[in-house]
């Protein structure tokens, strides 16, 4: 009866430690992903893009301050999500760890954000704008 309990208790804990490491090893690579993609921006991020996203960065610069909306999905093709003050493309530059951000406001961009989940952050932030509009 003892040996049998003990063995119970002793498979108990294996299957908590296991747990455990997991949680841990898990939290581990969410940290470094973390780290790695607020960590790597501006120049630092241009330096790790691949080829599809330096291609897909050129389309980025080609959004100013003054590009309308419908302007941009013309120049981006049509978002993955659309609500009036934000534009999201999931899979921007070709990776499923990839989400591009145009924030709107009064249907001009005031500011761009491109993260790459473990890679990079690349943002143009077109600040506080006036324009007249037609």
Same mark, same amino acid.
């Given at each position: 009866m /003892?040996?049998?309990? $003990?063995s119970l208790n002793q498979g108990k804990i294996v299957i908590i430690l296991v747990v455990v490491l997991i949680l841990l090893s898990a939290?581990?690579?969410?940290?470094? $992903?973390? +780290?790695?993609?607020?960590?790597?921006?501006?120049? %630092? %991020? /241009?330096? &790790?893009?691949?080829?599809?996203e330096l291609e897909a960065l050129e389309l980025i610069n080609r959004i100013k301050a003054t590009t309308s909306k419908d302007e941009a999905n013309? /120049? $981006?093709?049509?978002?993955?999500?659309?609500? +009036?003050? &934000?534009?999201?493309?999931?899979?921007?530059?070709?990776s499923s760890l990839s989400q591009m951000r145009i924030y709107f406001d009064s249907g001009y961009p005031r500011k761009i954000r491109w993260i790459k989940l473990g890679n990079f952050i690349y943002e143009i932030d077109f600040g506080e704008i006036t324009i007249e509009r037609k």
């Open positions: /003892i040996g049998n309990d $003990l939290a581990g690579v969410s940290l470094y $992903l973390g +780290y790695t993609t607020v960590t790597t921006s501006g120049d %630092a %991020a /241009i330096a &790790v893009m691949t080829g599809e013309d /120049i $981006l093709g049509e978002p993955s999500e659309d609500v +009036y003050v &934000v534009s999201k493309w999931n899979g921007f530059g070709g």
